[in-house]
C-alpha cells in the first residue's frame, strides 16, 4: 500500500473515531486562539484552559494587552511554566499586530511566523482553524502517531509538516492534526498504547500483528 493511500485510510478511521475533530483550547477570538496557543508551549491545554478566562477578562482587547504591564500578565499566567518568556510575547505580539497589521490577527504563515513567540505550529493552527486553510499542526502527538504510522520518518516539525501536506488531502489536513491529539491522549498513549482497541491498528506498521 502506497504512503498516500495509507494517509487517506487512517484520516477516514480518525474522523469514525472522532467525528467531531475541535481543538482543545477554550478561545473566543483569533487573538485568544492565538494567545492560548502561544501558552500551551511546554503546559497542557487543561491548565491553559484554567489560567485564560482570568487573563482574557483582565485584558479583553487588543489595546488592553497593549498596555497591559509585563509583570502583571506574569502573575496571571505564572502555573503555565515560562510565564516570563510568555508575557514578554503576549505584550510584544499585540503591539506588533495592533502597529504592523491594523489590529487584525494576520492570515498567513510568513506573517504570523514574525509575531515574537509564534513558531509554524501556532501559525498553522491559526491558519487552519481561523482562516480555513489546509494546514499541519506538528505537536507531540502528531509527530509521534504519524512516525508509527510510517506516514513521516522524522520527528523534525516542519519536514513533518510538509511531508504531510504532500499526502494528507489539504481540505482535512486540520482536522485530521486534531483528531490525532485526541487520538494520542485517548489511545496511542506515548509509554502505553492501547493497540487492541486502536482504530489504526491495521494501518500501523508499529502495531503488534496477529
Do not use: W
Not at 24 to 41: D, G, H, M, V
Not at 170 to 175: I, T
Request: proline letters at 5%; charged letters at 30%; hydrophobic letters at 35%.
Amino acid at each position: 500500500m502506497r504512503k498516500k493511500e495509507r494517509a487517506i485510510l487512517c484520516v477516514e478511521a480518525l474522523e469514525k473515531e472522532y467525528p467531531d475533530a475541535l481543538c482543545s483550547l477554550t478561545a473566543e477570538n483569533p487573538l485568544q486562539l492565538l494567545i492560548a496557543t502561544r501558552l500551551s508551549a511546554q503546559c497542557t491545554d487543561e491548565r491553559v484552559n484554567k489560567v485564560t478566562p482570568a487573563l482574557f477578562s483582565r485584558y479583553p482587547d487588543l489595546e488592553s494587552l497593549c498596555e497591559a504591564q509585563v509583570s502583571d500578565i506574569e502573575k496571571l499566567i505564572y502555573s503555565c511554566g515560562f510565564y516570563r518568556s510568555k508575557a514578554k510575547d503576549i505584550k510584544e505580539m499585540a503591539i506588533k499586530i495592533r502597529d504592523d497589521f491594523g489590529g487584525e490577527v494576520p492570515d498567513s504563515i510568513e506573517k504570523l511566523t514574525s509575531l515574537p513567540g509564534v513558531g509554524r505550529k501556532t501559525a498553522n493552527l491559526i491558519m487552519g482553524d481561523i482562516y480555513k486553510q489546509p494546514a499541519i499542526v506538528a505537536d507531540t502527538h502528531l509527530i509521534r502517531i504519524t512516525n508509527l504510522l510510517g506516514l513521516v520518518n522524522t520527528k523534525d516539525p516542519k519536514k513533518v509538516e510538509f511531508e504531510l501536506k504532500a499526502i494528507i488531502p489539504g481540505e482535512k489536513s486540520n482536522d485530521f492534526c486534531h483528531r490525532a491529539v485526541l487520538h494520542g491522549r485517548a489511545v496511542c498513549i506515548a509509554r502505553r498504547p492501547k493497540c487492541e482497541i486502536c482504530c489504526l491498528k491495521d494501518y500501523c506498521k508499529s502495531a503488534p500483528k496477529g
